[in-house]
């Protein structure tokens, strides 16, 4: 068998060619720490090639999972989810939550009225992400699980960028990595004059709100 970290290298290389994985540059991020790597979840699942293949890993780790409904949320998530469903030997079905907001601002994940029907039975389900930063999404889909009856069975994920980051259930990333951020005086880029990247600035003003809204993952 191949070694984890070999393996991990191995993933982090396809998630590079996507152009989802950004290094050896200048980086803002949203909390105004700077960096050197980059994650751009929206660009992880735009080659359907390597999709099918990430997906086919995550599927292949959970082959013994009694699967019955592969859940997840947002675009990039659900076209992972979509592979993960069709690569496992189980064929389970593919189901999928919509991010929103009660009156009161708090977050929270609700499930289309016609996906409902398939949680009769205690269904075993498992949960797909494509990039974990917060956990926060994550959280939200288990908690969705267990109000409709069903059982998470595992969590698979291409990314989790903050190590610290952990579920009571099976959890299993293709790439397992935090890279270091630094306050804009400590920067060592700043110190060598590298420009930052201009293109990944943190969204401003009301679109940055607006990103707040739809929620972390």
């Known amino acids: 068998m191949m070694d ?5 290298r191995i993933n982090r290389g396809i998630i590079l060619r996507t152009g989802a994985y950004l ?9 105004g ?3 050197q790597e980059y994650v751009e979840k929206a660009l992880a699942t735009t080659e359907p090639a390597f999709t099918e293949g990430l997906g086919d890993v995550i599927a292949k780790h959970f082959a013994e999972e009694p699967i019955d ?14 592979c993960v469903a069709r690569a496992h030997p189980l064929r389970p079905r593919f189901i999928y939550a919509g991010k929103q907001r009660d009156e009161s601002g ?10 409902r029907q398939y949680f009769v039975g205690n269904p075993k389900v498992l949960i797909v992400e494509d990039i974990v930063t917060t956990g926060e999404t994550v959280k939200e889909l288990i908690k969705l699980v267990n ?10 994920t291409l990314w989790r960028r903050i190590r610290k980051v952990n579920f009571t259930f099976p959890f299993f990333t293709l790439v397992d990595r935090e890279f270091p951020t630094y306050a ?3 920067c060592p880029m700043c110190r060598r004059g590298i420009p930052i990247n201009q293109e990944f600035l943190p969204e401003p003003g009301p679109q940055k709100s607006h990103r707040m809204k739809t929620g972390t993952n």
Do not use: M, Q
């Open 184 to 186: 804009p005086k400590n």
């Open 69 to 82: 409904l592969v859940l997840t949320t947002g675009y990039g998530a659900s076209l992972l989810g979509h």
């Open 106 to 115: 708090v977050s929270y994940v609700a499930l289309p009225r016609g996906f």
């Open 4 to 8: 984890a970290e070999i393996l991990e």
């Open 147 to 156: 109000s409709l009856g069903g059982t998470v069975v595992g969590i698979g």
């Open 33 to 35: 720490r700077h960096a």
């Open 23 to 31: 290094t050896n540059d200048h980086f803002v991020l949203s909390s």
